[in-house]
């Protein structure tokens, strides 16, 4: 089956890269190296994975499509791994056993919150991200504080990456083109976290609770979230944080600060 002949499955999100001036870019962002590992997710057609199986020593696959991994496995090469099912219930550390691995992707836009939830779950996996996203999402991820794009995943993902752009991408550039405006994005690990809360599951905690209404007040969105009402008002004095004011508003260096009041309480 040629490229030409395959048509997209919607239930999967299916858009296929084929502009040789992004792949190129992406290709130059990822920073191959012919001694390391690199992991794909959704490889589709294949034009990326061909230009990664001679940069790299060796490519992992993750793919839903068995169609896709029929025409994946036609290509008996050695330096390819399949790993066949869905990639939110893939056990990532058993199939990549050897840390790090560069991860290249165009990621599902249906799908790509939750993977990137799932990558920060599993970070210590990768030395480097580059990653495709529906423009929205991408930009969502590198907001800064008081805007309506600032979220969880903003403050999730700044916690722990350098996170860069590398192109915007226009529906043109994929068969069949989508209906809105792409990202690629550089996710570069901090050998540190930029702030340092006491505890990363109360952190988390506290960031979710923080845009559980982000409508709210602050203090009434982190009682929606499953904060004690008791002690609330203390941890948000305690961190010197009006309880007026919004999740959006807070820096990460607000989040860590209220963490670590909240965590004094316990």
């Known amino acids: 089956m ?3 002949d395959y048509r997209s499955k919607k239930r999967f999100g299916q858009h296929f890269l084929h502009d040789r001036s992004v792949i190129d ?5 990822a920073k191959l190296d012919p001694q390391q590992a690199v992991v794909e ?3 589709g057609l294949g034009v990326l994975t061909d230009r990664l199986l001679p940069a790299a020593a060796h490519v992992h696959v993750m793919e839903i499509d068995r169609d896709l991994i029929a025409r994946l ?3 008996n090469d050695a330096r390819l791994t399949i790993h066949a099912g869905d990639v939110l ?9 050897h840390p790090p691995y560069t991860l290249v992707a165009n990621l599902p836009y249906n799908i790509s919150s939750q ?3 799932r990558l920060l779950a599993h970070r210590q996996l990768f030395r480097r991200m580059v990653l495709m996203f529906q423009r929205e999402v991408g930009e969502r991820l590198v907001a800064a504080p008081g805007g309506k794009d600032y979220g969880i995943l903003s403050v999730l993902c700044q916690l722990w990456y350098d996170i860069r752009t590398v192109t915007l991408v226009k529906p043109g550039a994929f068969s069949p083109p989508p209906k809105v405006d792409s990202i690629v994005l550089n996710f570069q690990p901090l050998t540190t976290p930029r702030v340092d809360p006491v505890d990363e599951i109360l952190f988390k905690k506290v960031v979710k609770g923080a845009f559980t209404q982000r409508r709210k007040t602050l203090r009434n969105s982190l009682l929606a979230g499953g904060f004690a009402a008791d002690l609330i008002d203390p ?6 944080i009006s309880p007026g004011c919004r999740g959006e508003t807070l820096t990460l260096e607000n989040f860590s600060r209220l963490t670590n009041a909240f965590f004094c309480m316990k």
């Open 115 to 117: 993977i990137v939830f």
């Open 235 to 240: 941890a948000l004095q305690q961190a010197e």
């Open 89 to 97: 219930k893939l056990p990532w550390s058993d199939i990549l056993p």
């Open 41 to 43: 997710i959704g490889p």
């Open 25 to 29: 870019k992406i290709i130059t962002a």
């Open 2 to 4: 040629n490229r030409s």
């Open 73 to 75: 496995e036609a290509r």
